[in-house]
């Protein structure tokens, strides 16, 4: 039935005219399920100033005299155990300052032989994603995951969260502000780090 407000009458159901222009946040459908399923490859390119750490695998080719090969996991003390040569402390070194240790020490307790190094599958680390994400948690990602993947992971951001000022914490202290925009608008990844 109808109800009057100041000599106006009303519909006594209104209509939700809100659905037909509801407007979607710019951005927001790049984490939408069926796009987000972002996976980092499992052959990444690694960057000479990847930082060798415990659980990566360093794979060794030795030729010349002698022509071994050795998938080597780095411990957790950050060694990695060569037979005939014995423990090398590679964690804490850049993938290229590990693969010229590892080849020096190599060469010197093996005569006439050479050496090809390279990074296996690499480790996973833990991170933390918390604030204004879809899924605040913490997830296991890969070392070279970046800011974006662990978004990704996470299922981006939320409905009451900043797209603008995304902060990436190393130990409680900030390393780098992205402002997804930037990306969206100019493709800037230059604060995507890992």
Known sequence: KPIFLNDFELDSEPVNRTKEYQLTRFGSE???????????????????????GPGDIV?????????????????REGEIYIPQIGPIQVAGLTFEDMKEYVSQRIQ?????????????ELRSINVFVVGGSNNPGNYLV?????????LFV???ISDSGSMRAIELRRQGKLVTTVDLYDLFLNGDTSNDQQ
Do not use: H, W
Not at 59 to 75: D, H
């Open 59 to 75: 794979k060794i080719i030795i030729f010349g005299t002698k022509n071994p090969r050795y998938n080597l996991r780095v411990t």
């Open 154 to 156: 996470s299922g981006g």
């Open 108 to 120: 010197e307790n093996i005569i006439g032989v050479r050496t090809s190094i390279t990074l296996g």
């Open 142 to 150: 890969k070392s070279m995951t970046t800011l974006m993947g662990a």
């Open 30 to 52: 790049i984490f939408e399920s069926e796009r987000s399923n972002y996976n980092l490859s499992q052959n990444p390119i690694v960057q000479d100033n990847y930082l060798v």
